[in-house]
């Protein structure tokens, strides 16, 4: 099947170049065409001559003319002889190297080409990997914004790869801006107040605020920021009141990370001692900022010492990742989740949840 196609080719090639020099007649010869227009045109004057067209002086005069020129003719044959040849050995040529090239072109390849290889499998064929240098990106966009500091889309775009790499303030800026050229929208709102909560610390600031007030007020379902105004009861003291937000909005949201988030945040609420009505988490709820964060930042320390050994649930080992988050403790958070995936190693499905927690974790990929 290989050789066949092959070979019609080469011949189609061969006689398309070779037609041109093999149709139609061999040359003729000038000499012999001169001649027989001298018998014609002897014939012609003889004929003239008897008729009384032309006088005895014309008619050698005529005669004589034809003769020289016959004669000239038949000194030029040699010449006319060698161009006949020229083109005669330009067509041996021509047929020698069509013939000649295919089959020195084929008895090379016969010899180090492997027709009968099989083609590579598309899975075990080597693929560079194309690594994105964000920093390089990062600066050209930046570049761009300084010469086009009204362009809307390129904040947009820069905003969320700020929040990423841990640049909290200059998202909240690029969402500031976003908003200013673009026009409000839940969403947002939502990502500005997002920016805000994760430069101060996970603290909710009046700004932050602000802005997850006016995402609910532009769509009143939008969970992101439900879910930080649920947090901010906590914040001003009603552990009570964020749990009962939280947990209806729990049961909004199907099943996914956005819920096991949500879960995940009311069991840390909850703790390991009892409800949030309880003594303990009243007494905690009471406490100035700085020594409830001190309190709640050892609970969540008691249950990473549980889970040292290496044992609990996914539901657990979620708690316990998504408390380091909102302690703004993300290497804490990286480290809790590589626990978890030697823990949960047999469990695929935990795993995949892992992997899905694992894209929240700020800076560099766990």
Same mark, same amino acid.
């Given at each position: 099947?290989?050789? =066949?196609?092959?070979? +019609?080719?080469?011949?189609?090639?061969?006689?398309?170049?070779?037609? !041109?020099?093999?149709?139609?007649?061999?040359?003729?010869?000038?000499?012999?065409?001169?001649?027989?227009?001298?018998?014609?045109?002897?014939?012609?004057?003889?004929?003239?001559?008897?008729?009384?067209?032309?006088?005895?002086?014309?008619?050698?005069?005529?005669?004589?003319?034809?003769?020289?020129?016959?004669?000239?003719?038949?000194?030029?044959?040699?010449?006319?002889?060698?161009?006949?040849?020229?083109?005669?050995?330009?067509?041996?040529?021509?047929?020698?190297?069509? &013939?000649?090239?295919?089959?020195?072109?084929?008895?090379?390849?016969?010899?180090?080409?492997?027709?009968?290889?099989?083609? /590579?499998?598309? @899975?075990?064929?080597?693929?560079?990997?194309?690594?994105?240098? &964000?920093?390089?990106?990062?600066?050209?966009?930046?570049?761009?914004?300084?010469?086009?500091?009204?362009?809307?889309?390129?904040?947009?775009?820069?905003?969320?790869?700020?929040?990423?790499?841990? %640049?909290? *303030?200059?998202?909240?800026?690029?969402?500031? %801006?976003?908003?200013?050229?673009?026009?409000?929208?839940?969403?947002?709102?939502?990502?500005?107040?997002?920016?805000?909560?994760?430069?101060?610390?996970?603290?909710?600031?009046?700004?932050?605020?602000?802005?997850?007030?006016?995402?609910?007020?532009?769509?009143?379902?939008?969970?992101?920021?439900?879910?930080?105004?649920?947090? =901010?009861?906590?914040?001003?003291?009603?552990?009570?009141?964020?749990?009962?937000?939280?947990?209806?909005?729990?049961?909004?949201?199907?099943?996914?990370?956005?819920?096991?988030? +949500?879960?995940?945040?009311?069991?840390?609420? %909850?703790?390991?001692?009892?409800?949030?009505?309880?003594?303990?988490?009243?007494?905690?709820?009471? =406490?100035?900022?700085?020594?409830?964060?001190?309190?709640?930042?050892?609970?969540?320390?008691?249950?990473?010492?549980?889970?040292?050994?290496?044992?609990?649930?996914?539901?657990?080992?979620?708690? /316990?990742?998504?408390?380091?988050?909102? /302690?703004?403790?993300?290497?804490? *958070?990286?480290?809790?989740?590589?626990?978890? %995936?030697?823990?949960? @190693?047999?469990?695929?499905?935990?795993?995949?949840?892992?992997?899905? /927690?694992?894209?929240?974790?700020?800076?560099? @990929? !766990?």
């Amino acid at each position: 099947m290989f050789w =066949l196609p092959v070979l +019609v080719l080469i011949l189609v090639a061969i006689l398309l170049a070779l037609w !041109p020099l093999l149709r139609g007649r061999g040359p003729v010869d000038p000499m012999d065409q001169a001649v027989a227009f001298y018998q014609a045109r002897k014939v012609e004057l003889e004929r003239q001559h008897a008729a009384g067209q032309i006088g005895d002086a014309d008619f050698e005069a005529a005669m004589a003319e034809q003769g020289r020129h016959l004669l000239s003719l038949g000194r030029g044959r040699g010449q006319v002889s060698g161009d006949i040849g020229a083109r005669q050995r330009r067509k041996i040529a021509a047929l020698a190297m069509l &013939v000649l090239v295919p089959g020195i072109t084929l008895g090379v390849y016969l010899r180090i080409g492997q027709p009968g290889l099989p083609d /590579l499998p598309l @899975a075990s064929r080597a693929v560079t990997p194309q690594n994105m240098d &964000v920093a390089s990106a990062l600066q050209r966009i930046e570049q761009h914004l300084a010469r086009n500091p009204d362009d809307g889309r390129g904040y947009e775009v820069v905003a969320p790869v700020y929040l990423r790499a841990g %640049r909290f *303030a200059d998202a909240a800026f690029a969402y500031r %801006r976003v908003i200013a050229l673009l026009g409000p929208s839940a969403t947002r709102h939502a990502d500005l107040g997002e920016a805000l909560v994760a430069e101060k610390d996970g603290i909710i600031t009046a700004e932050a605020r602000d802005a997850f007030e006016k995402a609910v007020a532009l769509e009143p379902g939008y969970a992101k920021a439900r879910f930080y105004l649920a947090v =901010l009861l906590e914040q001003d003291g009603n552990r009570a009141g964020a749990v009962e937000k939280l947990t209806a909005l729990a049961a909004e949201l199907g099943t996914g990370p956005g819920r096991m988030r +949500v879960e995940a945040e009311i069991a840390r609420m %909850r703790t390991e001692t009892g409800g949030p009505a309880s003594e303990a988490g009243q007494s905690i709820a009471a =406490l100035p900022e700085a020594e409830r964060q001190a309190a709640i930042r050892s609970m969540v320390d008691q249950l990473d010492t549980r889970l040292a050994g290496g044992s609990g649930t996914l539901g657990e080992w979620q708690r /316990l990742i998504r408390a380091r988050l909102v /302690l703004n403790e993300p290497d804490k *958070a990286r480290e809790a989740l590589g626990r978890a %995936r030697a823990a949960l @190693a047999g469990e695929p499905d935990s795993l995949k949840v892992l992997d899905e /927690l694992a894209g929240e974790i700020p800076g560099k @990929a !766990p």
